[in-house]
T-cell receptor, first 112, second 113 residues
């Protein structure tokens, strides 16, 4: 069984600062993918970044980077230079075979 | 062109009714999913289909019956709706192997009164 844990229900960050969202996972599969999605108040699910279990380098997409520590089974998301538009719910997710499972989410509020 | 489209976007219905939510993807993906997002925003997988075949059924009540007429469509039919079925339902699709993003529909907000 696979499990994704996000321990931070909510976070506040000052505009232009960086924020790290924690995610740990558990799976017995050797091949898996890790994702982060953003869900603004409008409700749509927006893909942010992907990391494969065999990727040796941490993934980066613009202001988003994924800090992948395989031995610790963690896949933290770092958002640099936060903007007001980053205020949203953020979900960590993992895919193995035909299953894509999500963590409970972290609400990020960016303050001006 | 919408990659994954769900209809309707909003659905308000009375307890006991039967309703369907349609989902179509034009991405040529093999895998499609249904998720339920409850009031606490938790996203729970309900079903996973690969090329029209049911792969995962996450202990969903029998009142929920997915139908996949072809690999581009995965519809969700719900019988005898209950108050607890009120939620946002998301359809998603992804290619195989699933090492790239899953694309989500805009969601269907179901309200049972």
């Amino acid at each position: 069984a696979q499990k994704i844990t996000q321990t931070q229900p909510g976070m506040f960050v000052q505009e232009k600062e960086a924020v790290t969202l924690d995610c740990t996972y558990d799976t017995s599969d050797q091949s898996y993918g890790l994702f982060w999605y953003k869900q603004p108040s409008s409700g749509e699910m927006i893909f942010l970044i992907y990391q494969g279990s065999y990727d040796e380098q941490n993934a980066t997409e613009g202001r988003y980077s994924l800090n992948f520590q395989k031995a610790r089974k963690s896949a933290n998301l770092v958002i640099s230079a936060s903007q007001l538009g980053d205020s949203a719910m953020y979900f960590c997710a993992m895919t193995t075979r035909y299953k894509l499972s999500f963590g409970a989410g972290t609400t990020v509020t960016v303050r001006a | 062109d919408t990659a994954v489209s769900q209809t309707p976007k909003y659905l308000v219905t009375q307890m006991g009714n039967d309703k369907s939510i349609k989902c179509e993807q034009n991405l040529g993906h093999d895998t499609m999913y249904w998720y339920k997002q409850d009031s606490k925003k938790f996203l729970k997988i309900m079903f996973s289909y690969n090329n029209k075949e049911l792969i995962i059924n996450e202990t969903v009540p029998n009142r929920f019956s997915p139908k996949s007429p072809d690999k581009a469509h995965l519809n969700l039919h719900i019988n005898s709706l209950e108050l607890g079925d009120s939620a946002v339902y998301f359809c998603a699709s992804s290619p195989l192997p699933s090492n790239t993003e899953a694309f989500f529909g805009q969601g269907t907000r179901l309200t049972v009164v």
